[in-house]
C-alpha cells in the first residue's frame, strides 16, 4: 500500500492542573479546568487540529487510542490497538502512526474516520516505540535494553530495520521539526551522559550529520527547533538552556529559558514550550530574554514526560499533567500561550495629591517578556485618558512624554504626564495598550487619592479694646496650590453674657482668602472669637480664635473689721462695702489665718447700702478679703484688711516681803537678805519661735533708767519665762521697775507682739524685823 505523506506532531499547547496570575492585558492566556482523561497512564500526544481531534496514547496496559475534541472533551477510544507509545501525523495529516511496541508493528490509522487502515510489521522483538516523520519517510526507534536501531516504511509499506550506521545501546528516541523536513534526531540515554545523533532525511536513506555525547543522565524529551538547526534538551538534574547545533552538536548561543521539566515541545513558528522547573512550564522565544506565560500545577501534578504538543498555529498549548506515580494524567489547555500578559501600572508624585497641586503621572509596564535586542520602549500604541468633574467623558491626553527604558529601574519604558489636581471632585486615567507583536493588550483605570486639605487660617486682632468702641478682627486664608474660591467663615462669640457662646454672623470670604469681621462689644472682659472656615466642596474645615480684652470700670470696694487687735477668742465683724456696679452685686469675704488655707466666710449679695457682713471668731492673726468677680462692665477686684491677735502677758514676781505704796504707785518691797529677786512672765497663747524679753529701769535724777535687760529668750514649753536678779545689785531704798516683752516669730507670726505692764519694786537693806 502507498503510506501517507507524515507531517511533524505539532501539538496545540496544553496545561495540566495548573495556576497562573493573569495580569491585566493578558489575551485568553487562560489554562483550561483540569481534564482527567479515562487512561491509566500516558505515553505521548499528537494535535490533529483540521480533523479537530487530540490523539493521546497511555503505553503499557492500554486497549487503544485515546481521542477528544480540540477542547479535550467527547472522549472516545480507538481500539484494537494495544499497548500504543509513540505517535506521529502523515505530513497531509490523512493518517495517524501508532507505534505497538508488545505487537512488534505499527498502526496507520485514519485521521477521517478513526480506524485502522493498516499495520506495518517491524520484525519480531523490535517493540518499536518513538515515531518521526522526515524526508517524506516514517522513521521509529526499536530495540530493547542493551540493543536499539532506528528503522523506517517507506511510502509503499516497506519496512526496513538498521538504517543507522551506527548502533545504539538502547531504543532511540525520535525528534523532527514541528514542520516538515528532512532533519531527523535521535537520542538514547547511556548513564550520566545521552548519546545524540542528527540526521539528514532522504526518501528511506539516513545521512549522518553528526554524533556526540551531551551531559544528559535523564534524557526524557528532547525537540528540534522550528528552522531545525538546534535541538532543545530537557533534563532535571542537570537543566540548560544551550542550544546544541544540528550540523555538529555543539553548543551555539542559549534559549531565552533553561528546560527542565519532563517536556519540552516547538511551535512552527519557533516558540518553544518547557521549563526551567519541574511543577510548571511557560512557553518562550527560542532567543532573547523571558517568557510570555508561565503556568504553574496544582500539587501533586507535574509535566509528563512527552507531556507537551502545540496547536500548529500556535494558539493553544497542550500539556498532560501525572501524579508522583505516574497516574491519574489530566488534561489542561493554554489559550494564546505565545502572547505575554501586560500589566500596568501608575503612579504620581505625590499621593494623596491636593486641589489645585500640580501633579505628574507615569505610566510603566510590566511582562514576563524582555524587549527584543535594540527595543527601547515597548512596542505598540498608548493612549491615556484624563477623566474628572469639567470632563467626566474623559479627554485623550495628546502628546504623553515617552522616558526609554532605564535599567534596572524601568524595563520597558514609561509615559508621562502633568498637569492640575481638579480643584473638586476624583482624578483618574485610564491608560490603553493596544498591544504589539507578542505583548497583549492592556488596559487599567488609575483613581488618583485626591485629598481635601485644610488651607492655613492667620488671624489678625487687637490685644485689647474698649467697651462699646467699634474694632475689627481679620482673617487670611492661605491655599499653597492654585484654589477655589468656594465656602465661607463662621463666627462663634463668646463673652461673660454668653459664656457658651452664639453665632454673630458669617464672613464671606474673598477671592484671595481675605476676609474682615467688625464689631462692637457691649461687655467687658475676653471677648473671644472663633472663625470656623467650612471649606467649601472642596478643602476642609480650618479654624482660628482670637481674643480681645475689653476695658471695665474699676469698681469701689472696701473690706473693714470693727477692730484693728482682738484677743484671742474675740469676735471680729467685718464688713465689705461694695459701690456702684452693672448687674453683679455679689461680694464674697475671705479669711485666712496666718499660716493656713484661706477659706470662703460668706458670700452672697450686699444689702441696700452695698454692705455684706460676716463674723468671726479669731484665734491668730488673719487677713480678711472681699472679692467683686466682675460683671459685664465692670472689673473683678479684690481688697484685704488685716486683724491682729494680741496675746495675753501675765507677770508675777517672786519672793516680795510685803508692798508699800510711794504716791499713787504700789510698790513690792524686798530686803537684800532674801539674796534673789525673781519675775515670771506668761504669755498666752504663744507660738514655737517667739521669745520673750526683760527689761529693768531704775529711778534716778528725777527720771527712769535702764539698768539692764535679758533680749529675747525662749519661753518653756508651758508659756511661762523666768527672770532671776541678786538683790545686792540694787539700791537700797531706791525705785524700781520691771517689764516683759514678747516678740512672735519674724516668719508666719500668728499674733502680734505685746508689752507687759510695768512692775514697781524697792530693796531695803538687812532683813525684814
Known amino acids: 500500500m502507498k503510506l501517507a505523506r507524515f507531517s511533524p506532531p505539532t501539538a496545540a499547547a496544553l496545561l495540566l492542573g495548573l495556576t497562573t496570575v493573569i495580569g491585566p492585558g493578558a489575551v485568553d492566556s487562560y489554562a483550561a479546568s483540569d481534564i482527567p482523561l479515562p487512561i491509566a497512564h500516558f505515553a505521548h500526544m499528537v494535535v490533529d487540529a483540521p480533523h479537530g481531534h487530540l490523539f493521546i496514547s497511555g503505553g503499557d496496559g492500554t486497549d487503544g487510542v485515546l481521542v477528544t475534541d480540540l477542547d479535550g472533551g467527547n472522549p472516545t477510544t480507538i481500539s484494537g490497538e494495544p499497548g500504543v507509545t509513540g505517535l506521529a501525523l502523515s505530513d497531509d495529516g490523512s493518517a495517524l502512526y501508532a507505534a505497538l511496541p508488545g505487537q512488534d508493528a505499527i498502526a496507520a490509522i485514519s485521521t477521517e474516520n478513526l480506524t485502522e487502515s493498516a499495520r506495518y510489521g517491524t520484525g519480531a522483538g523490535t517493540h518499536p516505540d518513538s515515531l518521526a516523520v522526515a524526508g517524506g519517510t516514517l522513521w521509529f526507534g526499536y530495540g530493547t535494553a542493551g540493543a536499539g536501531g532506528i528503522g523506517s516504511v517507506d511510502g509503499a509499506g516497506t519496512v526496513t530495520l538498521r538504517q543507522d550506521s551506527g548502533s545504539w545501546s538502547a531504543p532511540p528516541m525520535l525528534a523532527t521539526t514541528p514542520t516538515p523536513s528532512d532533519v531527523l534526531a ?9 548519546a545524540f545523533v542528527t540526521y539528514q532525511a532522504e526518501g528511506d536513506a539516513l545521512t549522518r550529520q553528526a554524533a556526540k555525547a551531551l551531559p544528559v543522565p535523564d534524557l526524557s524529551d528532547f525537540a528540534v527547533t522550528a528552522d531545525g538547526l538546534h535541538l532543545a534538551v530537557s533534563s532535571w538534574v542537570r537543566p540548560s538552556d544551550d542550544r546544541y547545533r544540528t550540523s555538529d552538536l555543539a553548543v551555539e548561543g542559549r534559549f531565552a529559558y533553561s528546560v527542565a521539566s519532563k517536556a519540552v515541545a516547538v511551535a512552527p513558528d519557533g516558540t518553544v514550550a518547557g521549563c526551567g522547573c519541574n511543577y510548571a512550564f511557560e512557553a518562550f522565544p527560542e532567543t532573547g530574554e523571558g517568557y510570555y506565560n508561565r503556568y504553574e500545577y496544582r500539587y501533586p501534578l507535574r509535566l509528563a514526560a512527552h507531556g507537551l504538543a502545540w496547536a500548529p498555529d500556535g494558539s493553544r498549548l497542550y500539556a498532560v499533567g501525572v501524579d508522583t506515580s505516574g497516574g491519574t494524567p489530566t488534561l489542561q489547555i493554554a489559550r494564546n500561550p505565545e502572547t505575554a500578559w501586560v500589566r500596568l501600572s501608575g503612579r504620581s508624585t505625590t499621593t494623596p495629591l ?22 527601547s520602549m515597548i512596542p505598540g500604541t498608548v493612549r491615556i485618558t484624563r477623566y474628572d468633574d469639567a470632563d467626566p467623558n ?65 488671624l489678625t486682632a487687637p490685644s485689647a479694646g474698649d467697651r462699646a468702641a467699634p474694632m475689627t478682627v481679620t482673617g487670611q486664608l492661605t491655599w499653597p496650590h492654585a484654589h477655589v474660591t468656594t465656602g465661607a467663615v463662621h463666627v462663634v462669640k463668646t463673652d461673660l453674657a454668653h459664656p457658651s457662646g452664639y453665632s454673630v454672623g458669617i464672613v464671606p470670604v474673598a477671592a484671595d482668602g481675605s476676609f474682615a469681621f467688625h464689631d462692637t462689644p457691649q461687655v467687658g472682659g475676653a471677648n473671644a472669637y472663633a472663625f470656623s472656615y467650612d471649606g467649601g466642596t472642596s478643602y476642609l474645615p480650618v479654624t482660628a480664635s482670637a481674643k480681645v480684652q475689653v476695658s471695665r470700670a474699676t469698681p469701689s470696694l472696701s473690706v473693714a473689721t470693727d477692730a484693728k487687735s482682738y484677743r484671742s477668742g474675740a469676735t471680729v465683724k467685718v464688713t465689705a462695702h461694695l459701690g456702684t456696679t452693672y448687674n453683679s452685686r455679689s461680694v464674697t469675704l475671705y479669711d485666712q489665718p496666718a499660716g493656713k488655707p484661706r477659706t470662703q466666710l460668706k458670700s452672697g449679695k450686699v444689702d441696700a447700702q452695698g454692705n455684706l457682713v460676716a463674723y468671726y471668731k479669731v484665734t491668730r492673726n488673719t487677713v480678711f478679703s472681699a472679692a467683686f468677680a466682675g460683671d459685664y462692665r465692670y472689673a473683678p477686684r479684690t481688697v484685704t484688711t488685716s486683724a491682729t491677735l494680741t496675746p495675753t502677758v501675765r507677770t508675777e514676781t517672786q519672793w516680795p516681803v510685803s508692798t508699800t505704796r510711794i504716791g499713787s504707785t504700789t510698790y513690792q518691797v524686798f530686803y537684800k537678805s532674801e539674796l534673789t529677786m525673781g519675775f515670771n512672765v506668761q504669755v498666752t497663747p504663744r507660738q514655737s519661735g517667739g521669745c520673750t ?16 535687760s535679758q533680749s529675747c529668750v525662749p519661753l518653756y514649753s508651758d508659756g511661762w519665762y523666768g527672770y532671776g536678779r541678786a538683790l545686792k545689785l540694787f539700791a537700797s531704798n531706791d525705785h524700781y521697775r520691771i517689764r516683759g516683752h514678747y516678740t512672735p516669730p519674724a516668719k508666719g507670726a500668728q499674733t502680734g507682739s505685746v508689752w507687759s505692764q510695768w512692775t514697781y519694786l524697792t530693796v531695803r537693806p538687812g532683813s525684814p524685823s
Not at 535521535?186 to 545521552?194: I, K, N
Not at 524679753?693 to 539692764?708: F, G, I, K, P
Request: hydrophobic share 35%; no cysteine.
Open 354 to 375: 491636593a486641589p489645585g497641586e500640580a501633579y505628574s503621572f507615569r505610566a510603566s509596564f510590566d511582562s514576563p517578556l524582555s524587549l527584543s535586542a535594540g527595543e
Open 394 to 458: 474623559g479627554v485623550l491626553i495628546s502628546d504623553p512624554t515617552t522616558t526609554p527604558t532605564r535599567v534596572p529601574v524601568d524595563f520597558f519604558g514609561s509615559y508621562y504626564v502633568a498637569g492640575t489636581v481638579p480643584l473638586s471632585g476624583p482624578l483618574r486615567f485610564r491608560v490603553d495598550y493596544s498591544g504589539s507583536g507578542h505583548y497583549g493588550p492592556a488596559d487599567q483605570t488609575f483613581d488618583i487619592p485626591v485629598a481635601k486639605y485644610a488651607p492655613t487660617l492667620a
Open 186 to 194: 535521535a537520542a538514547a540515554q547511556t548513564g550520566d551522559t545521552s
Open 693 to 708: 524679753s526683760v527689761y529693768l529701769e531704775h529711778y534716778y535724777s528725777r527720771a527712769w533708767h535702764q539698768v539692764t
